[in-house]
């Protein structure tokens, strides 16, 4: 069966009822990088208001009558809800979904729907696997290549398309209907039960997805592709960003801008070649310094090796010395016998 939240994601809370509660265990990441282990339950409900992760999207967040759910999987055609408060079965309880996290998963998600789809249609490269980010979203190509040329072909192309208002329906396909075939898709996985869930961007794009989405492409807002990376062997990873998370973006980027403006005391078109200048400064300083620490160093080894104190050891501690300061004196006292 489909649950509540995938047909109707824009639902942010609904009643339902408790059908089961088990004691169960969830491990987290601890603070000192190893796994902790939760002690809890998992709820079963009637039908269900948050995603359990799947299909390359992770889970909702949420409370039920006001309880933190803290991880939502899948269990065949159920959805486990693990809390650390039990609910009784038969209770009548209230669930509600982290509408900030479910708005950026369905815009992320449904943005990923049409970068695949227009790759495909522009280049012909399939997408091999993609993943929703904590910070950006990263879709696989089946390319060894890809060039800027392309990439801003195809940020073009889906922000023509988000501009255009298309619609996405989502419908449900009895397994053995004939236009299974026909619809783009990885496969079921091996415990899939009940119909064939297919969303479809009017015109673009037909493919087998289990999560949730938007209603219309005007709700992505905008897409921006941050670049490309090379992936495994033959493949193309392309970074992006959708909705949301453009904005946020780009209230970093500014903060940084003005940041930048204010410390090197330019304008932004100039930013760039500010940086340079001072890089080639500093290296230029960095060499002077170098070469002078070198005639101090020589400087130093001489006046210990001829002072009034010597007699084959010395000892001598500089704070702002390194390795390279420290060597020459070493050598230079050392090739008198010291």
Same mark, same amino acid.
């Given at each position: ?31 000192? =990088? ?12 009637? *039908?269900?208001? $948050?995603?359990?992760?799947? =299909?390359?999207?992770?889970?909702? %967040? ?27 079965? /038969? #209770? ?5 979904? *982290? ?27 399939? #997408? ?13 190509? *089946? ?22 208002? $298309? ?51 005007? *709700? ?6 941050? /670049? ?7 493949? #193309? ?16 980027? %500014? ?5 930048? #403006? ?30 002078? $620490? ?16 010597? =007699? ?8 702002? /010395? ?17």
């Amino acid at each position: 069966m489909a649950f509540r939240c995938q047909r109707d994601s824009y639902a942010r809370e609904f009643t339902t009822t408790v059908v089961s509660c088990r004691p169960a265990e969830l491990q987290i990441e601890g603070s000192n =990088g190893k796994k902790d282990v939760l002690s809890g339950f998992h709820v079963v409900l009637e *039908d269900t208001l $948050l995603f359990p992760e799947g =299909g390359g999207q992770p889970d909702d %967040h949420g409370t039920i009558n006001d309880i933190s759910v803290l991880r939502v999987t899948r269990r065949g055609a159920q959805a486990d809800h693990f809390t650390q408060t039990p609910l009784a079965p /038969g #209770t009548k309880v209230q669930v509600r979904v *982290d509408w900030e996290r479910r708005f950026d998963h369905m815009q992320q998600h449904s943005g990923q729907h049409l970068i695949t789809a227009v790759a495909d249609q522009l280049f012909g490269w399939k #997408t091999t696997s993609w993943e929703l980010g904590r910070v950006r979203s990263v879709v696989e190509l *089946d390319s060894p290549s890809v060039t800027a040329e392309q990439v801003a072909a195809i940020e073009q192309s889906v922000n023509e398309k988000i501009r255009a208002r $298309l619609p996405v329906n989502v419908r449900e396909l009895s397994l053995d209907d004939p236009e299974v075939e026909q619809v783009r898709g990885r496969g079921l996985p091996d415990d899939h039960a009940g119909p064939v869930r297919v969303v479809t961007i009017e015109s673009v794009d037909a493919n087998m997805c289990c999560g949730t989405h938007v209603s219309n492409l005007s *709700d992505l807002q905008v897409i921006k592709i941050l /670049g490309i990376e090379k992936g495994k062997k033959n493949k #193309t990873n392309l970074a992006f960003l959708a909705g949301n998370r453009v904005l946020k973006w780009l209230e970093r980027s %500014h903060g940084s801008e003005k940041a930048l #403006t204010t410390l090197l005391k330019c304008g932004a078109e100039d930013h760039v070649e500010a940086v340079k200048k001072l890089q080639n400064s500093t290296k230029l300083l960095q060499k002077n310094n170098l070469n002078l $620490l070198r005639d101090l160093a020589v400087h130093v080894a001489h006046s210990l090796r001829n002072g009034p104190d010597w =007699g084959g050891v010395v000892t001598l501690h500089r704070k702002e /010395g390194d390795s390279e300061f420290m060597n020459i004196i070493a050598n230079e006292i050392g090739s008198e016998g010291g």
